[in-house]
């Protein structure tokens, strides 16, 4: 049997003298011994050749979380087009992991052979042990309140918060954004309300094109840190403590344009929401709504790679996606965040309760790579971008 990794390499280069797979057998990604797994000399635990680098000082080889920095370096080689670097924790050089390590000459088996060291660092174990897929964590629509809502915001808004920079988190500047403020068009001395606005970085970006921004956001965490904001740098934004759903405060046909970026698949009552966006907006106003696509965000998704341990976002072969016509609260996992509550609703939910409202449709987006990810992004990530669309942006108009 041939190793995957192996034949990935000589797909690119014949000459490439590939080794029989000896662990992982019989799996969509078996594997030779200089391709499978490294034991890490810091933690102790097996990882992705990938995902290991040799510090030739200090002799070990040692695995992403215990480099003290990790960075992607664009380079052609073999069958990729970048590698992963990581910082020695003994020596503070950056070293290759362990394919670059290769390519270059300087994998320490071609260096030692099977020297001891080296022997001893490849894994023992024959195979990755594969837990069955995690389901989704459903939830009883009538045990879920805005309360756990905004308990699974407060708790995650110092996190959240911590990806964005002044043109929000890596999704909003390379992707979603231009579209977004495509749809939304000149905001210049407009009256416009951000609904859900988390911590604040649209309004403020809206305020600085001249916009007078109203705030509204039910996480009373979120809300101090735009409020922080707002005292550092006064733009003039208004904020309010409240639930989408019940916006009384604001008075009728006040407003000349409504957006919610990344809300609507995070409000229990959506269409208490949108009623609410409806009653505010003055005739001939528009609301753009940019939120979670729901093709994508709903069962078990998530990509579905030959080798579960595989760094490599280009491994990703499909896309899985299941009981889309479900409905209902579940708590999705993003990282490093803490289970977020959201709720699923196939496409022709949102669709009906927009003309149910009383919107009429104009505009309609899904973000895949936006100009600026164009500029600034290496090639790969932009390859990533272009897959799927996470997320998809209506404009509604209120006739
Ligand atoms: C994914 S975040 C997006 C925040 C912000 N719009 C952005 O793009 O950065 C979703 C936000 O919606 C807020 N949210 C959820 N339900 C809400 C409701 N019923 N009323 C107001 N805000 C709500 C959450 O607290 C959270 O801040
Ligand atoms: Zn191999
Ligand atoms: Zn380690």
């Not at 260096?111 to 894994?123: K, Y």
């Not at 959201?342 to 496409?347: G, T």
Request: charged letters at 25%.
């Amino acid at each position: 049997m041939n190793c995957y990794y192996c034949d990935e390499i000589k797909s690119t280069a014949p000459e490439y003298t590939d080794s029989p797979a000896r662990f992982d057998l019989g799996s969509a990604a078996p594997r030779c011994s200089k391709h499978w797994r490294y034991v890490c000399s810091m933690c102790d635990t097996a990882n992705h050749f990938m995902s290991t680098a040799f510090c030739p000082s200090g002799r070990n080889f040692f695995c992403s979380r215990c480099a003290t920095d990790v960075r992607q370096e664009a380079g052609e080689f073999w069958a990729w087009q970048y590698f992963f670097g990581f910082r020695s924790p003994w020596s503070g050089e950056w070293v290759p992991t362990l394919d670059r390590a290769e390519f270059n000459g300087e994998h320490p088996i071609s260096i030692d052979g099977e020297r001891a060291a080296t022997r001893l660092a490849i894994s023992k174990e024959e195979y990755i042990v594969r837990y069955p897929e995690k389901r989704t964590l459903w939830r009883p629509e009538h045990e879920v309140t805005e309360a756990d809502v905004q308990a699974s915001w407060n708790t995650n808004a110092e996190r959240w918060d911590s990806m964005y920079d002044d043109d929000g988190d890596r999704n909003r500047r390379y992707q979603s954004d231009e579209p977004m403020l495509a749809l939304l068009g000149d905001v210049e001395s407009m009256n416009v309300l951000d609904v859900g606005s988390g911590n604040g970085y649209l309004s403020r970006k809206l305020a600085r094109s001249g916009a007078s921004m109203t705030g509204v956001e039910i996480a009373s965490r979120m809300l101090e840190i735009a409020a922080e904001r707002e005292h550092q740098e006064h733009l003039g934004i208004t904020y309010h403590h409240a639930s989408a759903s019940e916006m009384d405060f604001l008075e009728d046909s006040t407003f000349d344009k409504a957006v919610s970026n990344y809300v609507l698949m995070d409000i229990k009552d959506y269409v208490g929401a949108l009623n609410q966006v409806f009653r505010i907006l003055k005739s001939g106003g528009h609301f753009v709504a940019v939120f979670s696509h729901p093709c994508f965000a709903s069962g078990p998704a998530g990509w579905v790679v030959p080798a579960p341990d595989t760094p490599r976002s280009e491994e990703r072969f499909a896309y899985r996606v299941d009981t889309y016509f479900q409905r209902g609260p579940y708590y999705g996992v993003w990282g490093n965040l803490d289970p977020v509550l959201s709720f699923h609703r196939p496409l022709r939910d949102y669709w009906r309760a927009f003309e149910e409202t009383g919107f009429v449709v104009d505009g309609f987006d899904e973000p895949s790579v936006a100009e600026r990810g164009r500029r600034e992004l290496p090639p790969w990530r932009v390859q990533e971008a272009l897959r799927i669309p996470y997320s998809c942006i209506f404009r509604l108009k209120k006739p």
